[in-house]
Structure formats: structure tokens, C-alpha cells
């Protein structure tokens, strides 16, 4: 009797150029990963979400690499998206940063929302720079 192998999980890693034309790669990643791992329903949030990390964050970090990531965990599926944007040593200047980049990512947070899911932003530990963008979708 052959023994039923467990099915792999979806763990979906790319590096991308800085620039928004990227978003149409992350995109197309994701339409093939999600039905090929039995997640077709999530394939509109999941490509809204991808367009607009990617978007966003190469008009922030332009010509930077950007690094996706897609993962199923926990009956969620994770996405985090990290820039190299430059740590700003003047808190004013962060605040800023942070008011802006939130603002500019009003429709993922309307999608995320819709979805009953979470997002946020964080920083990231030396010596590393930039910022990580992260959601969280139910499944």
C-alpha cells in the first residue's frame, strides 16, 4: 500500500525591479500559485493586494529591488513585500514616511478589510534597511 505524500504548501518568493511595471510579474505569479494549490477564490484579493504592494512601494523605492513573498500558514495566507527604503534618522521625517506610505495604500487596505484580513508596516532590523509591508488573508 503506497502511503498518500502530504501536499506541499504554497510558498511563493520572488525578487523584483523597483519599478511598477514589476506589479504585472507579481501578478502573474500569483494567478498561477493560488489554483495550483486550491486557493482560485483568493485569486481578486490576492492579485489587488500583489498590484499594490508592488505599485506603491517601487514609486517609493524606485530602481530598488523589491522581495515578495506568498505563503499558506495557518489556515492564512501571508504576503509580505520588503522594500529598501532608507531609514530616515529624524522622527519627524518617519512619521511622514509612514503617513504617506499607509495613504498611499488606501485601496489594499480597502481590499484586506473586505476580506476580513490585516496589514501593517514595519521596519526592519539592522543591519538591514527598508520596510516591510505585510497582510494577512483568511482563507
Not at 502511503?3 to 510579474?25: F, K, M, Q
Not at 481578486?44 to 493586494?49: D, G, L
Amino acid at each position: 500500500m503506497q502511503r498518500a505524500h502530504p501536499r506541499p504548501g504554497l510558498v511563493l518568493s520572488l525578487t523584483l525591479p523597483g519599478d511598477p511595471r514589476s506589479a504585472v510579474v507579481g501578478r502573474h505569479a500569483v494567478t498561477a500559485a493560488l489554483p495550483a494549490h486550491g486557493l482560485r477564490s483568493h485569486l481578486w484579493p490576492v492579485t489587488h493586494v500583489v498590484s499594490e504592494l508592488i505599485t506603491v512601494n517601487a514609486a517609493l523605492t524606485p530602481g530598488r529591488d523589491l522581495y515578495l513573498s506568498l505563503r499558506r500558514r495557518d489556515d492564512t495566507l501571508r504576503l509580505v513585500l520588503w522594500d529598501q527604503h532608507p531609514c530616515h534618522a529624524d522622527p519627524d521625517t518617519l512619521a511622514l514616511c509612514e503617513v504617506r506610505r499607509r495613504r498611499a495604500l488606501w485601496l489594499l487596505a480597502a481590499v484586506v478589510d473586505d476580506w476580513g484580513g490585516d496589514w501593517g508596516l514595519a521596519g526592519t532590523q539592522p543591519p538591514h534597511s527598508g520596510i516591510k509591508s505585510w497582510v494577512v488573508l483568511p482563507q
